[in-house]
């Protein structure tokens, strides 16, 4: 069931908020930040304890600023994660399970839980859980600011194609599968899938919105330049790796729709998008805060799984003279460290492929904390993985399970027979010596 009343009070709100100062925004979201740290602090085991050991007192909400709370990351809140979840029945064990063995986005957990997951950009797994109510809640800020729909549209269906990583609960295609039917016929199209099918089907669905990955998004305008896709889309949305210029350039020319970018993870939906009018993206800071150099998130809604000055990797440079005539939100010059190559392969007819970043940056297999590709020689692929310490199977089983996934992604491009796979379960995988920094997707030379 959609709550569609939490969306049109969520999109209602939104309208509002968009109007207010800067000033008010901010003393909005000193309240969310306050109200969201007391029920961490009253339900979550984790928060508690952390907070005790910092000095930090449930009197001491009233005055807090972000800085006065210890910083968190991925490996902390995957380690206490039945410590940090609300709902008990929200047990780590049963959820890699259930992801394990349902790869279905649309499908809700207990009827009212989406469990999202991710390795991301930093080869580590991750687990999130959010209510459907949630969802709800953001899908209405984005309808309002983002698309923006006028209140009719919110009830009559706008055909839309997505085309991305679409075989696991990846927060993209999640949130996408759960929008209100009434203003969404959404077809969904997997980065995987042989891409004269892709166009063949959107030459008939002929969407009025497309999309995906700006990556996929450029794949989509080659084709059209080509004179082999045949659509005149209304809307671009692209994210998850860079909008460059080059590839806005050639998106534009060949739709003729100027592409929107939009920043998302798997730790919150649209934590920043293009506004109508802007040539940047804008921080929605009435559903995040969110701190730069380093990049640590706070998500102010989620009560189920509450996520605190989270420890991110990618780097948000803001504007140094923001104008907020138009508008009350945080604005961002740029956005480094989303970056991911592709990994190149020979299919089985002899012929170099390539694996998007997609669905590896997505890789999941249960009992697995960290994971890297290595293409070694033309035909053979090594993966390096590690495991969880509270992992219920054994190595050889997630060594298996790895290696049949990864067939399966040969499989859709054709290269199971011509490629070579050989999975390494190691202790840890340190980041590039020459950098400093984790790579995903490396080739040895």
Request: proline letters at 5%; hydrophobic letters at 35%.
């Amino acid at each position: 069931m959609f709550h569609y009343a939490t969306l049109l009070k969520s999109w209602l709100e939104a309208g509002k908020i968009n109007r207010m100062s800067r000033e008010q925004l901010l003393e909005l979201q000193q309240h969310k930040l306050r109200e969201i740290v007391a029920w961490a602090y009253e339900q979550c085991p984790f928060y508690y304890d952390l907070y005790t050991k910092h000095g930090f007192k449930k009197e001491h909400i009233g005055t807090l600023k972000i800085d006065d709370l210890p910083i968190i990351d991925k490996s902390m809140l995957m380690k206490h994660f039945n410590d940090v979840v609300t709902d008990k029945k929200l047990t780590f064990n049963e959820l890699e399970a259930y992801i394990q063995g349902n790869d279905d986005p649309a499908h809700n957990y207990m009827g009212k839980y989406k469990i999202l997951h991710t390795s991301g950009t930093s080869g580590k797994i991750g687990t999130f859980p959010t209510s459907t109510n949630d969802v709800a809640y953001v899908l209405g800020r984005l309808l309002n600011r983002f698309a923006p729909v006028t209140f009719k549209h919110l009830f009559f269906q706008q055909k839309v194609a997505y085309f991305a990583a679409t075989h696991g609960h990846f927060i993209g295609v999640t949130y996408l599968t759960a929008a209100p039917k009434a203003s969404m016929k959404v077809k969904i199209f997997s980065i995987l899938d042989p891409l004269s099918d892709i166009v063949e089907a959107l030459n008939k669905f002929q969407p009025e919105e497309i999309t995906g990955y700006a990556s996929s998004m450029e794949m989509l305008a080659e084709q059209a330049e080509k004179g082999n896709l045949n659509i005149k889309p209304k809307t671009i949305v692209c994210g998850g790796d860079p909008l460059y210029q080059a590839r806005r350039d050639k998106i534009r020319t060949a739709f003729n729709v100027e592409p929107r970018d939009t920043y998302s993870m798997t730790e919150g939906m649209g934590v920043a998008n293009q506004l109508p009018g802007d040539d940047h993206l804008s921080i929605a800071d009435d559903l995040y805060l969110i701190e730069t150099k380093p990049t640590r998130i706070t998500n102010l809604y989620n009560k189920t799984f509450p996520i605190i000055r989270y420890q991110n990797d990618d780097v948000l440079d803001l504007m140094p003279n923001p104008d907020y005539s138009k508008h009350p939100f945080t604005q961002i010059q740029q956005i480094e460290g989303r970056s991911v190559d592709f990994l190149y392969i020979i299919n089985n007819h002899g012929e170099q492929d390539m694996v998007h970043p997609a669905p590896l940056v997505e890789f999941y297999v249960e009992g697995l904390q960290k994971i890297q590709f290595w293409r070694q020689r033309k035909q053979k692929i090594l993966v390096k993985a590690v495991s969880t310490p509270q992992a219920q199977i054994s190595n050889d089983e997630i060594k298996s399970r790895i290696f049949q996934k990864m067939i399966e992604i040969l499989k859709a491009k054709q290269a199971e027979k011509s490629m070579r796979i050989n999975v390494l379960m190691v202790d840890d995988i340190p980041v590039d010596k020459r950098t400093g920094k984790f790579r995903l997707v490396n080739v040895e030379k």
